[in-house]
């Protein structure tokens, strides 16, 4: 009986072996007989942003850590009431940071003497409407916002402008194969590979000076200009 179990065995293998080979066979990429051309290229697609994100929080200092903390609240429930009254939905509001720090006197040859507690709250604010950005400012530091960052201008759904960056990097890799071909007298035959390094939208991002803010009389006016969204290839070609 074991040698017939065995011998069944050993058929079940020889019967499984063929397929095992079939999947595990590898596949080897097709040799270049002619001279092989690696180009890099970009494409590139500019863009008006349509969202701008600023950071807006509230310092307040007191002798007492309570005092600093209640102060903060009571000013930060303002600055939240503003942004509601601007139209700006719950979920383009987040909180990034909420701190309390001691405040410190130094002199020379003394000890450092506690002279009272800081309080800080700060949320970032994505605005959809651009053109609104500077009214809205106003409106912060006039409810007792008084540590303002940004605004950092972005594109809100950028695909569709990279996959036009990633149409011209191609175009543009294509091209550029052809002009060496001619230039060394030769065809392009076929594209061997192409891969994506990477994709980028971006442009200048203004800051709002801290020390300004108290002293701003004029109105805020945010300029959203427009922004540079680039993808690049690498492209592999035979000539012959």
Not at 33 to 58: F, K, W
Not at 150 to 179: F, H, Q, V, Y
Not at 195 to 222: C, F, H, L, N, W
Request: hydrophobic share 45%.
């Amino acid at each position: 009986m074991k040698k017939l179990l065995l011998a069944l065995a050993a058929t079940t293998a020889m019967a499984a072996s063929p397929a095992s080979a079939q999947v595990a066979a590898p596949v080897f990429a097709q040799p270049v007989s002619g001279t092989r051309l690696d180009i890099s290229a970009t494409g590139e697609v500019s863009r008006v942003p349509d969202v701008a994100v600023i950071s807006a929080g509230v310092v307040t200092r007191s002798a007492t850590a309570v005092a600093a903390l209640a102060e903060n609240a009571t000013r930060m429930e303002r600055v939240r009431a503003a942004l509601k009254r601007a139209g700006i939905a719950d979920r383009d509001i987040q909180t990034s940071t909420v701190s309390l720090n001691p405040d410190y006197r130094y002199a020379e040859n003394q000890p450092p003497q506690l002279t009272g507690y800081s309080a800080t709250n700060t949320v970032n604010v994505r605005f959809r409407d651009i053109k609104a950005t500077g009214k809205i400012l106003d409106a912060l530091v006039a409810e007792g916002a008084n540590q303002i960052n940004g605004p950092s201008l972005t594109i809100d759904k950028p695909e569709a402008a990279l996959d036009e960056a990633r149409t011209r990097a191609i175009a543009n890799g294509r091209a550029r194969a052809e002009l060496y071909a001619r230039s060394l007298g030769m065809r392009v035959v076929r594209l061997l590979s192409v891969s994506e390094t990477g994709g980028y939208g971006g442009g200048p991002v203004p800051m709002m000076a801290r020390g300004a803010i108290a002293q701003m009389d004029a109105k805020t006016e945010v300029v959203p200009g427009e922004q540079q969204l680039q993808v690049s290839v690498n492209m592999s070609f035979e000539l012959q």
